[in-house]
């Protein structure tokens, strides 16, 4: 018990100051760039969590890298690494949005299920692509991925721009490349009313957070996908088709970060446009990495880097600096957070500065 | 650092969550000498050596090396002071080659470049010296586990050890390859240098070793110079009870035929024809028992009846269906059991919990789980129960596979294997690595499940296993099985020229 109570103190405290320490360095940009780091950070750290506006704006942020990290997670669990993030977003959200505008009339209870499908099965696709590959081609999947990314990229810019362009932003010859609205029947509920962001697709992520952790540790099919994670000669002796469970894991890997895509389009912004995926994908393998890559670790995760992500945003508001140095902020604090889980994990730094106070077992 | 002329560990404690796996132990070796170190399956021998060699951090306890107190913090620090080690379960990294897999250890003068071609040179002369015969350009991967084990060896000599620890070193070995290992350690102790020997083989011990210390449940229970014991002492001491071989009462009434291979053909992973028209019957309630020394097909005529390896002639029939090429997961549900060859990564998943390999098997089938849910409360209780009847020591059955000790992680599959009752069991090696209580009471088992009507193919090197279980024994010679013999027709000579691929009359 006093060893837990420690345990929990030491990871705090060593988050603090990894946390600090970022912060510290962080200053040194922010000096140079002739700004005073205690306005800045005031704005980054307490603005979000003080603000109806900063703390909404952070879950809304937290659901699609909650469902990417999810995915990397899953990939994970059988030693995949998706990469592959970012295109399975945008196809996934583009199909969504396709789906949405495909079926007007249908009623939310029915349209809203049948379009989070359709981005599932479509990032779905896109990521067992990589799968398929890494199992049958021997490509690895790292490198898959990343192509699949450029490909993916372009295949939705070509979409947004042409097919699937609002017919009245051709009629106004603005063409801006973005969808036409979704219908009302197919765009998540806001949460609270005054013009906050913060949307009913957070319930969402979280039963699927939940699904998935059931899958993975509960289900026979859990069970065969971590097996081939583990020790894919032992999972064959054991009459698993390690091929199969290879590609199955990353076509769910990719279809969560579908999911993400479609949140995003009927959650946020209610069109598919340029720029949706909002690097989304990457950030999602940090929130994976930071949650343990288990999908209950990935929440509170998510929200974290949620924070982080409306913090700088609102930094760069209040003092006006290039966003280029408000990304380097953002990156040294992950890169400190996340190296922080060194000494997290490993119990012997813990005995190491803090051994006197515990007790003897 | 000088030579080690004496090396002593006092009052040693290590601690793991659940268990203590040694208590205040010591243990003293001086050069030129071969101490034994014995124990049952999880007695504490593994645990005690790799703190010895830097790998684990004692809770408490000292080490001397000439009599001064020396400080072991990692397998560098060791093999810096001349200890050098050879694993149960090998540390080599498979995608390297011999060469690259001893310049690991090396601190080279260049941060930037590794003088690959002088360690090359180096393991050349001391391959010749040694008479270890061993090409340092090879992959690990593709090297037999005696040719590793010899690299285990030239790493340890490559930095000048003077004390080697050789953990289970005969345990997957040839008997041929035995021989050699122990005329190549007399002749190093002979230049000096100290030896802690672990081995489950007790004639082996006997055979080579100067002192014994034996361990029970992770404290010193008996030291004296070998000369004042004996087997049967040793074998009590372990223990901590009489141990006996069971007898085997011959049987002469089988049942029908239960696996049959007819002109079996088989290629290994480089594409060799390692089967080639093998014809064997297996009858129910029937030891068959393959004699040969390893690699002349045994692994893929096991891994074609378990449907593992892939055949290109021939058929195999299981229960009068053909099982030739079919899926891993049918033949299992048809009624086969495979205890591997290779416990540690084919046997069981090492990340995953005891519990989780226990039911490797079974958890597609209820009561383990329904439709696709596991039931965790049968699963529980299923394992607890496992666990005890077969005697698999370990914390609890939420540990992670990889920390139990070896012989208990090959009663873990054995206990798997059993307890599904299959029709017919392809055994490889079962015995390999599990101390002489277990081999007692994995033989007992075997017998058993031959007299409750299981057809099982045994597949090992020891001579006296075979001819002591089988009914009938075939031995297997360049991927053909060279004759097939009646046990009370068979003895250790005959065996041994047949082994060889000589068949009499045929000179
Ligand atoms: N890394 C580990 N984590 C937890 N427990 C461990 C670990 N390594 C060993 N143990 C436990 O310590 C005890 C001693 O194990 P050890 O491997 O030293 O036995 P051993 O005498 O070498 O047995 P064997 O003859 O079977 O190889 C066992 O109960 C084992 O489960
Ligand atoms: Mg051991």
């Excluded at chain 1, 906050?196 to 952790?213: D, E, M, N, T």
């Excluded at chain 2, 897999?101 to 080279?108: C, P």
């Excluded at chain 2, 037999?144 to 080697?164: C, D, T």
């Excluded at chain 2, 591997?340 to 079974?362: A, Q, S, Y």
């Amino acid at each position: 018990m006093r060893n837990n109570i420690i345990k929990i103190l030491f990871n705090i405290l060593v988050l603090s100051i990894s946390f600090i320490v970022a912060l510290l360095f962080g200053s040194i940009i922010l000096l140079i760039a002739g700004v005073n780091p205690l306005v800045a950070y005031q704005a980054m750290i307490i603005r979000p969590i003080s603000s109806v506006y900063g703390l909404s704006e952070a879950l809304v942020r937290s659901i699609p890298l909650m469902m990417v990290g999810i995915g990397i997670s899953i990939a994970f669990r059988s030693k995949m690494i998706n990469i592959g993030g970012e295109g399975q977003i945008q196809l996934g959200a583009v199909a969504a949005g396709a789906a949405a505008l495909a079926i007007p009339g249908v009623p939310k209870a029915i349209a809203i299920p049948i379009i989070i499908l359709v981005g599932f099965t479509v990032g779905g696709i896109w990521g067992g692509i990589a799968g398929w590959m890494k199992a049958k081609l021997s490509v690895n999947e790292v490198l898959s991925t990343v192509m699949l990314n450029y490909i993916a990229f372009q295949l939705y810019l070509f979409l947004i721009r042409g097919p699937l362009i609002d017919p009245s932003e051709i009629a106004w010859g603005t063409g801006v490349p973005q969808t036409a609205r979704m219908p009302d029947s197919t765009i998540f509920e806001r949460l609270i009313q005054q013009g906050q962001r913060i949307h009913s697709g957070i319930f969402i992520a979280l039963i699927i957070a939940i699904l998935v952790y059931f899958l993975l540790w509960r289900t026979t099919f859990g069970f065969r996908l971590r097996a081939v994670g583990e020790e894919p000669k032992a999972a064959n002796y054991a009459g698993i088709k390690v091929d199969k469970y290879l590609i199955l894991a990353m076509v769910l890997s990719g279809g969560m970060a579908g999911i993400a895509g479609t949140i995003e389009v009927i959650g946020v912004h209610h069109r598919v446009l340029e720029g949706l995926s909002a690097n989304y994908g990457f950030s999602g393998i940090v929130v994976a990495l930071f949650g343990r890559l288990h999908p209950i670790g990935v929440i509170p995760a998510s929200f974290f880097f949620g924070l982080l992500l409306i913090g700088a945003e609102m930094m760069q508001r209040a003092v006006n600096i290039p966003s280029a140095l408000v990304i380097s902020i953002q990156g040294l604090v992950i890169l400190a957070v996340v190296s922080s889980n060194l000494l997290l994990e490993n119990p012997k730094y813990r005995k190491k500065f803090l051994g006197f106070l515990m007790q003897n077992n | 650092m000088d030579k080690i002329k004496s090396l002593e560990m006092v009052n040693i404690t290590k601690k793991f969550p659940g268990v203590i796996a040694n208590k205040d132990v010591h243990l003293k070796v001086e050069s030129g000498e071969v101490l034994a170190l014995l124990g049952e399956n999880g007695a504490g021998k593994t645990t005690l050596m790799n703190i010895l060699y830097g790998l684990y951090h004692p809770n408490s306890g000292r080490i001397l090396i000439n009599d001064q107190e020396v400080k072991i913090d990692s397998p560098k620090k060791a093999l810096d002071l001349g200890i050098g080690m050879v694993h149960q379960h090998f540390m080599l990294v498979p995608s390297l080659t011999v060469t690259e897999n001893v310049a690991l250890g090396i601190k080279f003068k260049s941060k930037f470049s590794m003088d690959l071609d002088n360690v090359a040179q180096k393991i050349k002369l001391l391959s010749k010296k040694h008479d270890l015969n061993i090409d340092s350009s090879l992959l690990i991967s593709d090297l037999s586990v005696g040719e590793r084990q010899k690299v285990e060896i030239i790493k340890a000599l490559y930095f000048n050890a003077n004390i080697l620890v050789l953990d289970e070193p005969t345990a997957a070995l040839t008997p041929q390859e035995t021989d050699d290992l122990i005329k190549w350690l007399r002749s190093v102790i002979k230049e000096g240098m100290g030896v802690i020997f672990i081995s489950h083989k007790l004639n082996e011990v006997m055979n080579v070793s100067d002192r014994v210390e034996v361990l029970r449940n992770g404290k010193n229970v008996f030291s004296t110079p070998i000369s004042k014991t004996n087997i049967n002492q040793l074998a009590r001491k372990m223990a901590g009870h009489d141990v006996e071989l069971p007898t085997v009462e011959r049987k002469n009434k089988f049942g029908n035929t239960i696996i049959e291979l007819e002109n079996v053909w088989a290629k290994n992973e480089r594409g060799l024809d390692a089967l080639r028209g093998v014809n064997l019957t297996i009858r129910k309630g029937e030891i068959l028992g393959i004699a040969g020394v390893s690699g002349n097909g045994q692994k893929e005529l096991a891994e074609s009846i378990t449907g593992l390896q892939k055949i290109y002639k021939g058929d195999i029939r299981f229960k009068g269906e053909s099982i030739a090429n079919k899926s891993v997961q049918s033949i299992i549900d048809k009624g086969m059991g495979y205890i591997p060859e290779d416990r540690l990564h084919m046997g069981t998943i090492p990340g995953f919990k005891v519990k989780e390999n226990l039911i490797l098997k079974d958890y597609l089938r209820s009561p383990f789980s329904k439709i696709f849910l596991l039931d965790r409360t049968y699963i529980k209780d299923y394992c607890k129960s496992t666990v005890d009847e077969y005697d698999v020591r370990c914390p609890n059955i939420n540990t992670p596979t990889h920390a139990l000790s070896g012989g208990n992680i090959q009663k873990l599959i054995l206990s798997r294997e059993l307890k599904r009752e299959p029709d017919a069991l392809v055994a490889s090696y079962p015995i390999r690595g599990v101390d002489i209580a277990a081999v007692q009471y994995i033989h007992e088992k075997l017998l058993e499940a031959r007299d409750n009507d299981m057809g099982i193919l045994l597949i090992t090197e020891e001579l006296d296993e075979l001819i002591n279980l089988s009914d009938r024994i075939a031995v297997i010679y360049e991927d053909q099985i060279l004759d097939v013999i009646d046990t009370a027709e068979a003895d250790k000579s005959k065996l041994g020229l047949l082994m060889a691929g000589i068949k009499e009359g045929s000179r």
